[in-house]
């Protein structure tokens, strides 16, 4: 069965260095997004990307924020400079349609130390 | 905007019980999809069930099913025969039909004893 993957599993970085996040989404999937979960709390939406563009963002999605598809299978979040707040469980999801069923991937535990 | 409200923190069920989920949601939008996502300790988050707004009929899969009551704007979960793979955190989630992204619930934690 298809599946959303991520890398890596877990991330470590210091306060003010800049991460990358991979997923590689479902192969017939259109439509892409970024989700984080703060330990013990709710799944946040960052944002979504279609069309090889931001189809809609969050407040949470500031400038230090990025997405980018670079190739016909990659999905990636930059976060440029990360700070403490942004220790959290980062998950990818794709879905076929815009109000289809979303699928997620394992997620990235992101540690900023 | 959307908010999606889920009042029970946690539940536990005997093992091969029956336990129902309360999930309540506010929008003004007509057209919309409710999803109930389940969060095992491994933190992967994975689709049990989906329901379109239009559509009376209840979703079911499997020992999953809702009972979703539009006009009150309540969208419970009710899992049967419960196993003990079912322990888990169990969120409700929304999205508007001119929406891309999910709005979810704060999450019910679920422990299945056998």
């Known amino acids: 069965e298809p599946e959303v993957t991520q890398t890596p599993s877990h991330q470590v970085t210091q306060m003010g260095q800049e991460v990358i996040l991979r997923c590689v989404p479902i192969s017939n999937h259109l439509y892409f997004y970024w989700y984080r979960q703060i330990l013990g709390q709710k799944v946040e939406f960052l944002v979504s990307f279609y069309n090889n563009e931001i189809s809609e963002k969050s407040e949470i999605f500031d400038d230090q924020f990025s997405v980018e598809r670079p190739d016909g299978s990659n999905f990636t979040l930059k976060i440029r400079s990360t700070k403490l707040e942004d220790s959290a469980m980062y998950f990818c999801?794709?879905?076929?349609?815009?109000?289809?069923?979303?699928?997620f991937g394992p997620g990235t535990r992101l540690t900023v130390t | 905007a959307q908010t999606v409200t889920q009042s029970q923190p946690e539940m536990s069920v005997q093992e091969a019980e029956t336990v129902t989920l309360s999930c309540t949601y506010d929008t003004s939008e007509s057209n919309y999809y409710l999803f109930w996502y389940k969060q095992p300790p491994s933190r992967q988050m994975i689709l049990v069930i989906r329901q379109e707004a239009y559509k009376q009929q209840n979703a079911t899969e499997n020992r999953f099913s809702v009972n979703f009551q539009k006009a009150a704007k309540s969208f419970s979960l009710k899992i049967s025969d419960s196993q003990l793979g079912d322990t888990a955190m169990y969120f409700c989630?929304?999205?508007?039909?001119?929406?891309?992204?999910?709005?979810f619930g704060k999450g019910t934690k679920l422990s299945v004893i056998p």
């Open positions: 989630a929304f999205i508007g039909a001119g929406s891309y992204q999910l709005t």
């Open positions: 999801a794709s879905s076929e349609a815009r109000q289809g069923e979303q699928y």
